[in-house]
């Protein structure tokens, strides 16, 4: 009972910041005069309110968070707060199902980018720019932003920090206190935001698209204000920004951290995940823009390089942002380009899917399990980059791997009862557990998710929550022995 009281406090506060959100969606409907002023202060006085409420309910109960009550919050602060989210979506839009809303809010959360809604060229600017919002402030976490701001409150914050962020992140600290550590991550996010938002306006956008596409972009979420994406702007100096931009907001933000602090290019000289990453994405482009050429889907080859590279790296890197109808392409290049999304992004990126590090050391697994058939008495320890593996590691990952697939499988299948053809159902399922935004055929890039039914949206709403939640993080609270003191 005392947990429950506790993890009410700290969640009627997290609300009660989350409040703060809704200040950047009432001044654009300000500055441009659209009419949905009063629907976003409602929206942020009853976010505050309830937070309030649940805050006054359990003020008397206040401990240091263990770190079973850090996956609870987790899971607590993300499905509660896409459902809070929903409401000016069915405010605005009285004909939105809350199945429909929940699952747009959910995907710009989980920086997903998949969306239910069209003719988003004529939405009211606050109500684009809250959706892209959220795909920034999911970007680096919710959890990691409340981490900088709970501890002020007397609320320790370690747990929560460690049970939302990925990979190594987990094991070290880039500051003596875990506080510092989130500020200054989200201090580089939101510099290379800004960074984003200026380079965008001066290749050509106005400064509402320049925010929102910033917004999508470093939170590598994929929405946009116009229902053509980014064959709206029909611009190779947006696309080139996008794509830089794409690339470095797949690193891991703790390098970008350490190379600004240090003012030195070496930490990346030094992250095993940054030159493998940048080479199979970069070759990736090479290589279906030849394929395309080859193909004759372009008629020249620069024609096809710039088609290629744009919408690789955004699928390599789970933004999700396109420039044309890579669906019709030949079967090849889109799959290839699903597959990159599993495995390609870095940790502590704002990707998702299983992450360049796990598929390392599972190459490098591979590796030394085939030294030691031909050596058996040899002593071969796994090693990445300067780091040794240990195998508890080893076994979490092979663990992780294993429960990834088993997810796509299974929902697969699910969707596949429901009456969808077989590439749209592992498309969406991919997509979305990867948060990677548009699959192929019924969800391909030139259609959205509005043709799903509520059972389906409900499947692919589930697919994102694990994919951001990196799936354990879920299943772990239905463990039995997970709820045993």
Known sequence: MIRLFSLTRVFGIMLMIFSATYILPILTARIFNDGTVWLFIKGLLST?????????????????????????????????????????????????????????????????????????????????????????????????????????????????????????????????RVTETASNLWSIYAGTTLACILALRLAGMDWLDAVCHAFSTLGLGGFSTHDANIAYFDSPAIEGVLMVFMLLSGMNFATHFLAVRNRSLNPYKYDVEAKPYMALILGSCLLIAAYLFSEGVYPDYLTALRNAAFNVISIATDCGFSSVDFGVWPIFAPLWMLFLACITVNTGSTGGGIKMMRTLILAKQSEVQMFLLNHPTAIHPLKLGRMIVHSNIQLAILGFIFVYFMSIVLLTFVLLVTGMDFISALSAIVSCLNNAGPGLGQVGPATNYASLNDFQTWICTLAMYLGRMEIFTVLVVFNPAFWRK
């Open 48 to 176: 505050f309110f309830s937070g309030g409420v649940l805050w006054l309910l359990a003020k008397d109960y206040s401990r240091e968070l263990k770190a079973k009550d850090g996956f609870i919050l987790v899971l607590l602060a993300w499905s509660g707060m896409a459902a809070i989210s929903a409401f000016p979506l069915m405010a605005y839009l009285p004909d939105l199902s809350f199945t429909d809303a929940y699952f747009e809010t959910m995907s710009g959360l989980s920086t997903t980018g998949a969306t239910v809604l069209s003719g988003l060229d004529k939405l009211p600017p606050a109500i684009n720019l809250w959706r892209h919002e959220l795909h920034w402030i999911g970007g680096m976490g919710i959890i990691v932003l409340a981490v900088a701001i709970l501890p002020i409150l007397g609320i320790g914050g370690r747990q929560v920090f460690m049970s939302e962020t990925p990979g190594p992140m987990k094991d070290s600290k880039l500051t003596p």
